[in-house]
């Protein structure tokens, strides 16, 4: 017996003692241990009690049950539970895992068969001392085979909250805690920033044990099953945050955060072009999920910054040469048309096709370009999509899957296979300005020296000079005009309308840049990508970074 108990034999009477005090609570005269715990007199065998536990017998096994617990002894306390094999290692652990002592019990008056008590100890660790203090109750039952009153064991008996197969454990927390920063040292919260929650808890995780940081000293409750969090019961000391900073930007999260509530399910994601840093990312709602960087869905035409560099590259296309701009255009099986069949006058440019979203004056290139993978590759070696980024948290990284005939007309215009989410194109529009794709990150690489994605090669100063032309003008006057009009700066932007099976109204989507920050937005059933995800995008360009 752990605290030292010790059995006396005197006049035929078994008496337990612990520190001079004799428990004759549970000290039964020539008794034998009952197999549920309880003990019996050989010749009164056949004369077991029934019926409830009276009055005196609950206040007798009660007291004995509590004193002896609260002395330290295991051992003696599950004799008097009906399940003595079960309760024993968990009343041990009281003051061996969890490092209670100096408990005082202090029952109450009963209330039936049920005792309530209050629990005052104190707990240590490593000359680390708290008080713990906490209510629960017990019920006394008659023993089944016994016939004697023994407490009813259940695991909430040492604690309200303990459950079947856990354990009481004091020591160092496991994990110790972060404070995520921006990019100027401004601590970031999921209360003050609900999207950024699932990224914080990401951090907390991959980086919480090398952030700098020391872990507290607890009290806590271990489940049996691994998968459910540890309960924190006390703290007795206060780890030393760890330090993690990351790229984002407080003043355009704070932008991203407004603009999407303004929907019902909207996501946004704002990058530096010149190194990839992630100034802002928002989702509404703001669950679990993190849609704006692991979302999968067609883009519309916002892709076609992608498919306008590949057309430049092959030399089938200039920004100002004449690109025929018909009601519709056919390849293979798949026929495709303009927004409400709107045609343009011959002799119209790229730019002004680009700038008006014109649909057919991409297809038509389509025979001219010979390579139904042309801009599955373009994708990868240029823009990054598909390679494995290493962002710092878990992202989608886009596809554009290599197809044929209608299905690869389709993809030129950003819809049938192609899959993005905010992410993925705000990094294309970032790609789109500097001419080489720079992996978004979240934290930067020095933390944890992760290997960076890196596209095989970049676009030519003329090609990207052309794209920023092009998109200049789709925001001077253009189908992104009326939402970047509140934009300053050097600013540009590509709009996108992405229709869903199965939805009555298109996707919303909208990408810009303004100076040296590009952003994407989706709205769901949002319509036209000027209208809804258009405004998103503005105001988190307008917010800077």
Known sequence: MRSGAKVAVIGGVFVLMTGGIGYGAYSMLGDTVGGDGGTRSASESSKVKTGPPSAEEIAETSKGFLDAWAAGDAAAASLLTNNESGSAPVLASYGEDARIGKVKITP??????????????????????????????????RGLTTGKALVDWAPTVVHPQLTEGATLRTGEASTPTIEAVD????????????????????????????????????????????TQPDVNLLTLAKGKPGKVRTTIDAG???????????????????????????RAVANNPATGFNAA?????????????????????????TANGAAECPKEARYYTRTIHN?????????????????????????????????????????????GIGLDWKSGVVTTDGSVPEEVQGEAAAQYIGQGTVQMNALNMASITATAMTGTFNQPVIVPQSLDNRQLAKASRSLSPSVTQQLKTMMRATAAWGTGAKAMASVGGDKGAKTGSAEVDGQDTSNSWFTGFSNDLAAAAV??????????AGPVVAEVLRAGG
């Open 108 to 141: 109450g008056p009963a209330v039936g068969t049920k005792v309530p008590y209050t629990v005052k100890a104190t707990v240590s660790y490593e000359g680390k001392s708290k008080p713990l203090s906490y209510a629960s109750e017990l019920t006394v039952v």
């Open 183 to 226: 990019r100027n040292g401004k601590v970031l919260t999921k209360e003050e920033y609900p999207s950024l929650g699932p990224i914080l808890d990401t951090l907390r995780e991959k980086y919480g044990e090398s952030a700098g940081g020391s872990p507290g000293i607890e009290t806590w409750i271990e489940p049996a099953d691994e």
């Open 252 to 278: 355009a999260q704070a932008a991203a955060e407004r603009a999407v509530k303004k929907y019902a399910e909207a996501s946004v994601v704002a990058v530096k072009p010149s190194t990839g840093a992630i």
């Open 293 to 317: 960087m692991q979302g999968k869905q067609a883009p519309g035409s916002t892709l076609k910054i992608m498919t306008a560099a590949m057309l430049l590259e092959k030399g089938l296309v």
């Open 339 to 383: 927004l409400d069949h709107f045609s343009l006058p011959d002799g119209s440019t790229f730019t002004q096709s680009f700038a008006r979203s014109c649909n057919t004056a991409f297809v038509k290139l389509i025979d001219d370009v010979d390579d139904d993978s042309a801009l599955a590759k373009e994708a990868r070696e240029v823009f």
């Open 523 to 532: 709205v769901q059933t949002g319509g036209h990508g000027g209208d809804a």
